[in-house]
């Protein structure tokens, strides 16, 4: 049997646009996959990568609900009847399964651990892959920096917990992979956040005070976006 280093067929996808991740893994075993944060936009690229790979999709993953983009989820679930799509149980929206502390998504021979990780919204979910050392962030994190904290349930006091105690308490060594990045980068690790994060370095009474002065415009999508990620990106009720 293949070590479970093997295991993973792992690609970063990016949607240039609104400087989205979008994060496929397989089990190569089993050939089951998944996809973190799909992009409505990128569905058809999404569903060809699947295709070329050989690889099913059964989760079709939201770390939440994204303000900033529709969610490809819906539309894969309909191309692909067998996926399901998953959310944490906090964040209000539609889904076919929701997530919890501790709970754990198998894929094939490989599992994600989810971490409840709020403070951008309620509902942010960290899904980490232990057996390769890699956590996927969501917005609660981004490399240098973190989601904002001034729309849907945002609060600053809450995210500085969040990533601290679900996040940065992982070993040094295990990469991190966020939602979004805006300034070239694409992964970082615990351990570089720990020493470089320009926030989350900071006191918490540090970090509330920059949270609540960022004066960030609001995302250009985001009347669009808020309203169909809350039924899973399909405006079709029953396609969840
Ligand atoms: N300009 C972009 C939106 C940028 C933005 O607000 N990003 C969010 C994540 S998407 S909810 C964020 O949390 N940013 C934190 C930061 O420090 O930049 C657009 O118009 O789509
Ligand atoms: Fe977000």
Redesign the pocket.
């Known amino acids: 049997m293949a070590s479970v280093r093997n295991l993973l067929v792992f690609r970063q996808l990016f949607h240039k646009e ?2 989205t991740y979008t994060y496929l893994l397989a089990c190569k075993q089993t050939m089951k996959a998944v996809l973190i944060d799909p992009v409505l936009d990128c569905v058809e690229r999404d569903l060809k990568l699947l295709r070329e790979l050989g690889v099913q999709l059964v989760y079709g993953i939201n770390t939440h609900v ?4 529709i969610t490809g989820t819906g539309k894969l679930k309909q191309a692909l009847p067998d996926c399901k799509s998953v959310l944490g149980s906090k964040s209000g929206g539609r889904a076919d399964i929701f997530v919890d502390q501790s709970e754990r998504l198998k894929f094939g021979n490989l599992m994600l651990e989810c971490r409840s990780t709020p403070g ?1 919204t309620n509902g942010c979910t960290t899904f980490v892959l232990h057996d390769r050392a890699m956590a996927f962030t969501g ?1 609660a994190l ?1 490399v240098r ?4 904290t001034d729309f849907q349930q945002g609060s600053p006091s809450t995210l500085y917990e969040s990533v601290h105690s679900q996040i940065l308490s992982l070993p040094k060594h295990y990469k991190l992979y966020p ?2 990045d ?1 300034k070239g980068f694409s992964v970082t690790t615990v351990e570089e956040e720990l020493a470089h994060n320009t926030r989350l370095t900071k006191s918490k009474e540090e970090f509330i005070k920059i949270m609540d002065n ?1 004066n ?6 985001i009347d669009e976006s808020l309203p169909a990620n809350l039924i899973c990106g399909v405006t079709d009720p029953v396609s969840s």
């Open positions: 609104t400087s994204h303000a900033d983009h951008h917005d981004l920096g973190c989601g904002r939602a979004h805006y960022l960030l415009p609001y995302p250009k999508r």
